[in-house]
């Protein structure tokens, strides 16, 4: 099983600051990486996918980029509806599986 | 618009059944994978099985394989989760999931439904 951890846990930012999320694979899922965001009470979003495609309807702010094992998800300037919890998720291997999730605060 | 709705959980006690089911509407079913993927409380998601728009090629995560059965009938736009042997780490919202890409599997989860809770208890 392909374990995916993600880092920091929690991360309390500014509006308007940049943010770095970083998503590490234990062994190379290749560019089969995405991301989805979720908010309390929702059910999760997808956010990019194969590393650096951004879903439908997702604002530029938000980019991908890594290969291998090592991932990033960027949101450039910090909005205050970006306050979620962040996962990746790798569909190179079955099981599919998700990271532990990084959580997103304003200040 | 996609819309995916799930039913069909509860309470329930240990060694027992539920069938969850998902309606969709918005797409051609049957041209697409699905899945099922739950949270526990507190947790991430955790995939639990995926069914081919084929209808035949399907997969489990280990910890449901044996006990639950994916399935889907592409006439009535839906998709089932029979779940027997129930254990309380089976205590989670269940979500039905679209596959992003027509025609192939696994790709991503795009969008999910609104999800049904299930809790093992006794």
């Known amino acids: 099983e392909i374990v995916l951890t993600q880092s920091p846990a929690t991360l309390s930012l500014s509006p308007g600051e940049r943010v770095t999320l970083s998503c590490r694979a234990s062994q190379s899922v290749f560019g089969y990486l995405a991301w989805y965001q979720q908010k309390p009470g929702q059910a999760p979003r997808l956010l990019m996918y194969d590393v650096s495609n951004r879903a439908t309807g997702i604002p530029a702010r938000f980019s991908g980029s890594g290969s291998g094992t090592d991932f990033t998800l960027t949101i450039s300037s910090l909005e205050p509806e970006d306050s979620a919890i962040y996962y990746c998720h790798q569909r190179s291997r079955w099981p599919l599986t998700f990271g532990g999730g990084t959580k997103v605060e304003i200040k | 618009e996609v819309q995916l709705v799930e039913s069909g959980g509860g309470l329930v006690q240990p060694g027992r059944s539920l069938r969850l089911s998902c309606v969709a509407s918005?797409?051609?079913?049957?041209?697409?994978?699905m899945h099922w993927v739950r949270q526990a409380p507190g947790r991430g998601p955790e995939w639990v099985s995926s069914?081919?728009?084929?209808?035949?090629?399907?997969a489990y995560a280990d910890s449901v394989k044996g006990r639950f059965t994916i399935s889907r009938d592409n006439a009535k736009n839906s998709l089932y989760l029979q779940m027997d042997s129930l254990r309380a780490e089976d205590t989670a919202l269940y979500y039905c999931s679209k596959d992003k890409a027509i025609q192939l599997w696994p790709t991503y989860f795009e969008p999910w439904g609104q999800g049904t809770q299930v809790t093992v208890s006794s």
């Open positions: 918005g797409f051609t079913f049957g041209d697409y994978a």
């Open positions: 069914i081919h728009w084929n209808t035949v090629d399907i």
